[in-house]
């Protein structure tokens, strides 16, 4: 369906735009003497106003030549083609109406004298053509804002599909060998490997659970990562220690799900790992001002491999920040020596200020 | 009845070791020889016992379990153990190498344990082929040299160069001597890091430092700690084309 025809409003101004068409032609026979003021309106208007209806059709000849298919025969043929129908078709509607008019009465006849059809036909050829230069600047806006909503629509498919693999990957190097402690514990120690199944089911029930929301308070996060860090505990033994420092104003304060607990994993997986010692996890929370801050720090082996994956976790981490909330959250990490830190800050944002959503 | 077998166990876990000695007890010609808790202790552990069989971890602090295999140069009696790494199961499978995939049963151990003792001693081919495969993103590479485990990041090597049956691996201020061929470290290394200017030469492209002429017909590459290398007129394309894909 033609644009203008299909909006009511856009049909008003449009047919406001011909009357006025209408009027500029009965001027100009006014001052050229062919008719007075009166006559010439009553001819003019109603004219201009049924060509308005034929102008439109502009549109399908436009859409008939796509942009991008064009060739110069075809363009002048078909446009031309288009614009001399009009022009003689407008001629037509004047020389009827003039019919018309005669009819009435002789006070409204509009003599066409040939001078003036010639004027006439080529006005009306030159009003298609100007139809079809606007239906084509049109099409070409259209067609912009179409790619745009396309694109904007696919990036937003994308993201979503993004989250999706994020929030349900699963490290199956975790799981596998979290498995092998059980089947290891089973034997020598049932009790065990009953307390490690229990962590280990936890921890994937929170992780199923969370995973749904956009935003979770920080003390579900927090207690994601104990949940982890027990079952690890159990592979690792006294290799490992999480120290949790988080303050309590920051318990409430919204995050979304697994950015904390992809940062612990990553501290044990290229951290503790390689020390034959092991050491501490640091992990700290805290809020200034508008903000929350989220500190993981952990030793790390001084001649180790540079960092595996080369930091795509932590990439992601700032893909996701980057989604959620624009400029206003950051993730930067930095190692020194033989200590590595992150850092999270995201705008503060209270769990009951959500709730009304 | 002949000597026991003596085995070493190389897992970080030690949940992971204690299965592994569970599992072995049912078989009383094995004795363990010993466990190590990472990949340098592995390389220690190896050289000092000699174990018949090995049951080796992938993923480990320090090295891994290839590293292990590539610093001690041990090819036989190795038996893989891995909760999952796709890249080294891909390879196992393609060179039908027996490998345990955490968590395994007693039987899946028994069957991997008999064919490992029927080969105890003889040099397994697929090893050799399993650690020739090209690494992706190969980033360091492990070099035994008198009595000490190196680790060289790929990003610190200036060139390497071919003497007979051994290469010369160079960083800017060191160099270590391995057993490989050239071509075999070639087909390692990342082709846009690493061009063969000469036959027995191999340069990384980040420490290029320019290209000079010296007569006529050959050039020379400058690396950052001026080292100049032999260019062969191959090698001078080479290093243009590398440059221009970058």
Not at chain 1, 82 to 87: K, V
Not at chain 1, 252 to 278: F, T, Y
């Amino acid at each position: 369906m033609h644009p203008i025809l299909a909006d009511v409003r856009k049909l008003l101004w449009y047919l406001v735009a011909w009357l006025l068409v209408g009027v500029v032609m009965a001027g100009t026979l006014a001052l050229a003497g062919l008719a007075p003021w009166t006559k010439a309106l009553v001819f003019a208007v109603p004219v201009c106003v049924v060509f308005g209806f034929i102008a439109p059709s502009a549109y399908y000849v436009c859409r008939s030549l796509p942009l991008a298919r064009r060739k110069v025969v075809s363009v002048v043929a078909v446009f031309g083609a288009a614009s001399l129908l009009s022009g003689l078709a407008w001629l037509g509607i004047c020389a009827a109406w003039s019919a018309i008019l005669r009819e009435a009465g002789e006070e409204w006849a509009v003599a066409l004298p040939l001078p003036l059809a010639a004027m006439l036909f080529a006005g009306g050829v030159a009003l298609y053509l100007l139809s079809i230069v606007a239906h084509d600047v049109l099409i070409g806006i259209e067609n912009v804002r179409a790619a745009e909503r396309r694109d904007a629509q696919s990036r937003l498919f994308a993201r979503d599909a993004e989250l999706q693999v994020l929030r349900t990957q699963i490290n199956p190097h975790f799981l596998f060998n979290s498995l092998n402690s059980i089947s290891a514990l089973t034997t020598a120690d049932g009790a065990a490997a009953r307390a490690m199944t229990i962590e280990l089911a936890q921890f994937f029930r929170q992780t199923l659970a969370l995973s749904h929301q956009q935003k979770i308070p920080l003390a579900a996060e927090i207690a994601l990562c104990r949940s982890f860090v027990a079952v690890e505990q159990i592979r690792f033994g006294s290799r490992l220690v999480a120290d949790f420092d988080v303050a309590d104003d920051a318990l409430d304060c919204l995050v979304p799900p697994m950015v904390l607990q992809p940062l612990v994993e990553n501290a044990i997986k290229h951290g503790i790992r390689d020390l034959v010692d092991g050491g501490v996890i640091a992990i700290r929370c805290f809020v200034r001002e508008r903000w929350l801050h989220a500190l993981v720090g952990n030793p790390v082996d001084a001649d180790a491999r540079p960092a595996e994956g080369d930091g795509v976790g932590l990439r992601n981490i700032r893909q996701r920040l980057a989604t959620l909330y624009g400029e206003r959250a950051r993730i930067t990490w930095a190692r020194d020596g033989g200590r590595f830190g992150v850092e999270i800050t995201v705008p503060l944002e209270h769990a009951e200020s959500e709730a009304g959503r | 009845m002949s000597a026991p077998l003596r085995a070493l166990i190389v897992d970080d876990e030690e949940l992971a070791r204690r299965l592994v000695r569970e599992y072995l007890r049912a078989h009383p010609d094995i004795e363990v020889a010993g466990e190590s808790r990472n990949g340098l202790e592995a390389v220690a552990d190896i050289e000092a016992l000699a174990p018949d069989l090995i049951f080796l971890d992938i993923q480990m602090p320090k090295l891994s379990g290839l590293e292990v295999l590539e610093a001690t140069e041990r090819r036989s009696g190795v038996v893989f153990t891995t909760a999952f790494d796709e890249y080294a199961i891909k390879a196992f499978e393609m060179l039908a190498v027996d490998y345990l995939l955490k968590p395994f049963s007693q039987e899946r151990f028994d069957e991997a344990l008999a064919r490992a003792r029927k080969l105890v001693g003889r040099r397994a081919p697929a090893l050799d082929r399993l650690l020739a495969q090209p690494v992706p993103k190969l980033e360091r590479i492990v070099i035994r040299d008198r009595g000490h485990v190196h680790v060289v990041p790929v990003a610190d090597i200036h060139y390497v160069e071919a003497e007979d049956d051994y290469i010369e691996i160079h960083t800017a201020d060191r160099s270590f001597l391995k057993t490989q061929r050239l071509s075999d470290l070639e087909a390692q290394l990342d082709p846009r890091r690493f061009v063969r200017v000469h036959r027995s030469y191999l340069i990384n492209i980040d420490k290029l430092k320019g290209l000079e002429r010296t007569t006529k017909d050959s050039q020379v590459a400058v690396l950052a700690n001026g080292r100049q290398i032999p260019v062969s007129r191959a090698g001078g394309e080479r290093i243009r084309d590398c440059l221009g894909a970058k």
